[in-house]
């Protein structure tokens, strides 16, 4: 089966900029499709310097839905926003203050893989990080999903007005152009290996668990989870079609979620985020955008703040499936109780209510 890679590379522009991270591409568009799939064929696509974060979701949620391994090549740097204090990866356009609006949250990435078949991910991450944001990844680990393998480097930022270079990531490159891939893990090592023999930091030592410290950097190994996980069973029943028998088993760890913990437990609320998702692949948004609106109202009853991203994603696809509803009675239905939680929930997206109540008074006038 044909594989997937996303390579993406960003780094504002102007005084902000820590990594020329875009520096990194040539190098690994040299490398064949092949090589960097770890695959007999493989699409590959790029994104260097993208402007816009919901360009970049867009190009993610594509790579994430192909059948097939996907690989995701990283560079760039991290940045908290200034609300939420949680970790975006950095685009052109932002700066300190813009954060929020202008860059990719990091658990967009995690939500829109989870999904994927266990072991069927693989994620390497070559990252610079501000002083703020280095100082919380000392405490907080780099959530990319459960689902997912993850080796990487996350470096602190470099001397003042210094701009530093993805030389973990140009030694991946470097190592796949030679037309051979090793196993993730000994790719990993040996990026490492080239790092300490350039003398850019991060060393060779240790490099097992999450966020193990080498030398300066944070060193990112963590393999993907084994054999018999209810989510690859799941997915391999979508790529075949079976959506029926998917949600029937979803449906059965969501029950058992719910009796064992709560229906508002997190356990619980993932299995039901599960069948949304699988609701959206069997195109049926009325089922999907519904399990949404649940998923957020659950959120928000247990107390969790309109701007959790978890909240925020909940809503923001219950809003997405919505737009996708043509029956305009349920779409009326659905869009009401979608217009109360956007007045808690107004989301990242300037305008969201607006456009809800908008399509609400037009759907009215259908009678």
């Known amino acids: 089966m044909p594989g997937t890679v996303l390579l993406l ?181 040996q990026a490492l290996a080239r790092v300490a023999a350039d003398g850019s930091g991060g060393g060779t030592g240790g490099g097992a668990g999450r966020g193990a410290v080498a030398g300066a950097d944070l060193v990112l190994t963590v393999p993907g989870p084994p054999a018999g996980d209810p989510h690859a069973v799941i997915a391999a029943a979508v790529q075949a079609g079976r959506h029926a028998d998917a949600d029937a088993l979803a449906a059965r760890h969501e029950g058992a979620a719910a009796h064992a913990y709560g229906p508002a437990s997190e356990d619980a609320l993932h299995w039901t985020e599960v069948r949304a998702d699988l609701a959206m692949f069997a195109g049926d948004p009325v089922r999907s955008c519904r399990a949404w609106l649940t998923v957020a109202g659950a959120r928000l009853g247990a107390g969790q703040p309109p701007q959790a991203p978890a909240v925020e994603a909940a809503v923001d696809r219950a809003h997405h499936q919505w737009g996708q509803i043509r029956d305009a009675g349920r779409a009326r239905e659905l869009g009401a109780a979608l217009a109360a939680l956007r007045g808690r929930v107004p989301g990242r997206r300037e305008g969201a209510l607006d456009h809800v109540q908008r399509e609400l008074s037009r759907l009215q006038t259908q009678g």
């Open 9 to 189: 590379a960003a780094s504002p522009v102007g005084r902000g900029c820590l990594v020329d991270a875009a520096s990194v591409l040539p190098v690994l568009a040299a490398v064949a499709p092949a090589v960097l799939s770890g695959t007999d064929t493989a699409n590959v696509v790029e994104l260097a310097d993208p402007l816009e974060p919901q360009a970049v979701l867009t190009r993610l949620r594509a790579a994430a839905a192909a059948p097939g391994p996907l690989t995701v090549y990283v560079a760039g740097q991290l940045q908290l926003d200034r609300r939420q204090r949680l970790p975006h990866l950095a685009l052109a356009r932002t700066t300190s203050a813009t954060v929020r609006y202008t860059a990719l949250p990091w658990h967009w990435i995690r939500e829109e893989l989870r999904l994927r078949p266990s072991g069927a991910t693989t994620l390497l991450l070559d990252l610079h990080a501000d002083h703020e944001t280095w100082q919380w990844l000392r405490t907080n680990p780099l959530d990319s999903g459960r689902n997912n393998a993850v080796y990487g480097r996350i470096a602190p930022p470099p001397s003042r007005r210094t701009v530093a270079t993805p030389s973990y990531m140009r030694g991946v490159a470097t190592i796949l152009r030679s037309g051979h891939r090793p196993p993730p893990d000994q790719l990993h090592q």
